[in-house]
């Protein structure tokens, strides 16, 4: 079957070509790691104003990039304030942390109980890599960040669920307003390590409600040194 082609009419010209990544989507994600990055601090005012000049670009495709931020509530909009970034409330990083545990310890015990012999070894490689970020002298906390999150995306992405994976998406880019902060805290690196040791060695026993039980170990303890 022939590609279908758009054949303007009499009088009639062809559409614009659309970009394939909007500005304001890349504006987004400049600010997104701004923010993770603590650039721009929680509670700070965004300058819309002065980061309109620094990138070089109007205030209109800048604007549509922090509604974005804000429905992911990583930017809070004040009436006649302009936009804030958002600060998380003890109460709030309770809340994320409870439904994290819940949707990934749920697609932990998926893993344990479906995952494919070479999935598991994806995962056993990426729990490696955390190993060598956190062995002594040459500890990294941003790769040690870095390759915990891909560890929990590649999990989540082996359980194979759509809809939790979108949840588990807006949640984490709320928790990474504090998240990263909490690894710099005294031992936590240590002890987010031997909790992976946990969750890794249930996997690959395959024991479903173990490894359900030690993810949710996990962001229990998470959240105590988030707190």
């Known amino acids: 079957m022939p590609a279908l082609t758009f054949k303007p009419g009499p009088g009639r ?35 819309e104003l002065k980061i309109a000049e620094e990138y070089g670009i109007s205030r209109t495709p800048l604007r549509e990039a ?52 070479r999935e598991l070894q994806d995962l056993q490689a990426l729990h490696q890599e955390l190993e060598t970020a956190a062995k002594p002298g040459t500890s990294n906390a941003d790769a040690f960040f870095t390759i915990n999150e891909r560890f929990h995306m590649r999990l989540l992405e082996i359980a194979n669920n759509r809809w939790r994976d979108q949840m588990v998406a807006d949640l984490r880019k709320v928790m990474k307003l504090n998240r990263h902060n909490s690894l710099l805290k005294s031992g936590r690196m240590d002890e987010s390590l031997m909790e992976h040791r946990a969750i890794m060695e249930a996997l690959l026993a395959r024991n479903t409600s173990l490894a359900a039980q030690r993810m949710r170990e996990h962001f229990s303890n998470g959240l105590e040194a988030a707190a």
């Open 66 to 117: 922090l509604k974005v931020l804000a429905a992911e509530g990583l930017v809070t909009m004040k009436v006649r304030r302009g936009a804030y970034v958002t600060e998380v409330s003890t109460q709030d990083l309770s809340d994320v942390y409870h439904l994290l545990s819940l949707l990934e310890g749920d697609a932990a015990g998926v893993v344990a109980e479906r995952a494919s012999a």
């Open 13 to 47: 010209t062809a559409p614009p070509r659309i970009s394939p990544r909007a500005l304001y989507v890349e504006v987004a994600e400049l600010l997104r790691q701004r923010i993770f990055h603590s650039e721009l601090e929680p509670g700070s005012w965004i300058d």
